[in-house]
């Protein structure tokens, strides 16, 4: 295994081997029913309602797919997590161990452990929900595995970390709506009460017509690990998988994702085409960029930039902008007219002593988990999962852009031949490279 450049064999811009990719975008892009119908949204709750039991399983025991599973089990009553599954023993024996600091014991024999724990787990005939939360690179299969197994379903964005897996995703969220498998996905934002009402307003005109946007994610670095004496390839990439594209989808995806869905979600649309830059000078890593600017084109005038990036020691911040023809917003709670006054405010209400409160009192990485329960258990229906799909399609697009220098539509990356990672999943070593990508070409003298 070696991070030296070998580009032919991980970067996708050839012709695609997928005939007709035109029509194969036009008859795959429907939106599902994701919401109520008769209010546009699900209601905000202050927790899940009572009803059945519902056990769910945790696929991926990391420290975002336990803090997940304790999100589920915190939204409301009668809700248990009754098995676990993990290529690592370590991560199970973790997860367990927290939950039984609650006094949430997770029997060990539905505990199972490498690369076909989850399969194991998801063929479980008690169970109701399956927590998908392991690195992206494996969310289709498991997805997929799941609704064939007619299991409900929360995962993880971003839902792929390359064209194959977004496909792979889309046909499994209509397969899911074909047979009323309900699925909710980790863009929070669009279950947030604060974010919601802003939507609404902008939707109805508050701010005209929208004509730029902006997404951004700034922060110091994330966690990384370096190699260690006995680890062989497949461990250190798995151990490291955040540093990793095939696995994480660099961060663009990983946290940039969840701006650059609000901005479709508001514009309404995903955009047609990106270009990009960005670059490398701080990580001691993986094969990944250190920041990202993307500029997207939604067609008709209208474009938005994304920026993200991961370094110490700069100027941080997350969040978002959408500029119409008679305003803007910061599309979390507050419009604004052109000249900056406010025209618009969420209230967040009052305290116990009556003091203005400045945020919401149920996390948004509850309230999904909340909707999903409330789905189940009421009947109405919701399928976030080809919007998640598509806004993960639109970072892919931003994130090719920046790695080749090329303006990159987006009927090339929907269509794409691109499946990144080993063919083969397997502990040992991994006959790959896995080069960090280099835009463009050398100039001469």
Same mark, same amino acid.
């Given at each position: 295994m070696?991070?030296?450049?070998?580009i032919?064999? *991980? *970067?996708?811009l !050839?012709?695609?081997?997928l005939?007709?990719?035109?029509?194969?975008?036009?008859?795959?892009?429907s939106?599902?029913s994701? &919401?109520n119908a008769?209010q546009?949204?699900?209601p /905000?709750?202050?927790? %899940?309602?009572?009803?059945?039991?519902?056990?769910?399983?945790?696929?991926?025991?990391?420290? *975002?797919?336990t803090?997940?599973?304790?999100?589920?089990?915190?939204c409301?009553p009668?809700?248990?997590i009754?098995?676990l %599954?993990?290529?690592?023993?370590d991560?199970?024996?973790?997860?367990r161990?927290?939950?039984?600091?609650?006094?949430?014991?997770?029997?060990?024999?539905?505990?199972?452990?490498?690369?076909?724990?989850?399969?194991?787990?998801?063929? #479980?005939?008690?169970?109701?929900v399956?927590i998908?939360a392991?690195?992206?690179?494996?969310r289709? !299969?498991?997805?997929?595995e799941?609704v #064939? +197994?007619k299991k409900?379903?929360?995962?993880e964005?971003?839902v792929?970390v390359?064209?194959?897996?977004? &496909?792979?995703?889309i046909?499994?969220?209509?397969k899911?709506?074909?047979?009323?498998?309900?699925v909710?996905?980790?863009? +929070?934002r $669009?279950?947030?009460?604060?974010?919601i =009402?802003?939507?609404?307003?902008?939707?109805?005109?508050? /701010?005209?017509?929208?004509?730029?946007?902006? %997404?951004f994610?700034?922060?110091?670095?994330?966690?990384? &690990?370096t190699?260690?004496?006995?680890?062989d390839d497949?461990?250190?990439?798995?151990?490291?998988?955040?540093s990793?594209?095939?696995?994480?989808?660099?961060?663009?995806?990983?946290?940039?994702?969840?701006?650059?869905?609000?901005?479709n979600?508001?514009?309404?649309?995903?955009p047609d085409?990106?270009?990009?830059?960005?670059?490398?000078?701080?990580?001691?890593?993986?094969?990944?960029?250190?920041?990202?600017?993307?500029?997207y084109?939604?067609?008709?005038?209208?474009?938005?930039?994304?920026?993200?990036r991961?370094?110490?020691?700069? %100027?941080?911040g997350?969040?978002?902008?959408?500029?119409?023809?008679?305003?803007?917003?910061?599309?979390i709670?507050?419009i604004?007219?052109?000249?900056g006054?406010?025209?618009?405010?969420?209230?967040?209400?009052?305290d116990?002593?009556? +003091?203005?409160?400045?945020?919401?009192?149920?996390p948004?990485?509850?309230q999904e988990?909340?909707?999903?329960v409330?789905?189940? $258990?009421k009947?109405?229906?919701?399928?976030?999962?080809?919007?998640?799909?598509?806004s993960?399609?639109?970072?892919? #697009?931003? &994130?090719e852009?920046?790695?080749?220098? *090329?303006?990159?539509?987006?009927? =090339?990356i929907?269509a794409?031949?691109m499946?990144?990672?080993?063919?083969? #999943?397997?502990?040992?070593?991994?006959?790959? =490279?896995?080069?960090?990508?280099?835009?463009?070409?050398q100039?001469? =003298?």
């Amino acid at each position: 295994m070696t991070e030296q450049h070998n580009i032919d064999r *991980r *970067r996708f811009l !050839e012709a695609t081997a997928l005939a007709g990719a035109g029509i194969l975008g036009v008859n795959m892009l429907s939106s599902c029913s994701r &919401r109520n119908a008769a209010q546009g949204f699900f209601p /905000i709750l202050t927790g %899940a309602p009572a009803g059945r039991e519902l056990r769910a399983g945790l696929v991926g025991a990391g420290n *975002r797919g336990t803090g997940a599973a304790l999100n589920f089990i915190s939204c409301g009553p009668d809700l248990k997590i009754v098995a676990l %599954a993990d290529v690592f023993q370590d991560k199970i024996d973790a997860c367990r161990k927290r939950f039984e600091s609650y006094n949430r014991p997770i029997p060990e024999e539905n505990c199972f452990v490498g690369f076909d724990a989850y399969k194991k787990l998801i063929a #479980m005939s008690d169970l109701d929900v399956v927590i998908l939360a392991t690195p992206a690179k494996f969310r289709p !299969e498991h997805f997929k595995e799941a609704v #064939m +197994q007619k299991k409900h379903v929360f995962m993880e964005k971003p839902v792929a970390v390359d064209s194959v897996g977004v &496909r792979s995703i889309i046909a499994t969220a209509k397969k899911a709506e074909a047979v009323g498998l309900n699925v909710v996905t980790g863009t +929070q934002r $669009r279950h947030q009460e604060d974010y919601i =009402e802003t939507y609404k307003r902008v939707a109805d005109g508050a /701010i005209g017509q929208i004509t730029a946007a902006k %997404a951004f994610w700034n922060q110091s670095h994330v966690w990384f &690990r370096t190699r260690e004496e006995g680890w062989d390839d497949m461990t250190y990439f798995l151990r490291n998988w955040n540093s990793f594209c095939w696995l994480g989808g660099d961060h663009i995806l990983d946290s940039n994702i969840h701006n650059i869905d609000v901005v479709n979600w508001f514009i309404g649309r995903h955009p047609d085409s990106a270009i990009g830059y960005g670059g490398r000078a701080r990580r001691l890593t993986g094969d990944q960029f250190d920041f990202f600017s993307v500029d997207y084109d939604f067609g008709n005038g209208v474009c938005s930039h994304a920026m993200c990036r991961q370094i110490d020691n700069c %100027a941080n911040g997350t969040g978002e902008l959408v500029i119409g023809t008679k305003g803007y917003t910061n599309c979390i709670n507050t419009i604004y007219n052109l000249d900056g006054t406010v025209k618009w405010q969420f209230d967040y209400g009052k305290d116990a002593n009556g +003091q203005p409160l400045s945020q919401l009192q149920i996390p948004s990485y509850v309230q999904e988990h909340m909707h999903l329960v409330y789905a189940i $258990r009421k009947g109405k229906y919701i399928n976030d999962a080809e919007e998640t799909a598509l806004s993960t399609l639109t970072a892919i #697009m931003g &994130r090719e852009a920046a790695y080749t220098g *090329r303006k990159i539509s987006w009927d =090339e990356i929907f269509a794409a031949d691109m499946d990144l990672g080993p063919k083969v #999943m397997q502990f040992g070593p991994v006959d790959m =490279e896995f080069p960090i990508p280099v835009p463009g070409t050398q100039h001469r =003298e």
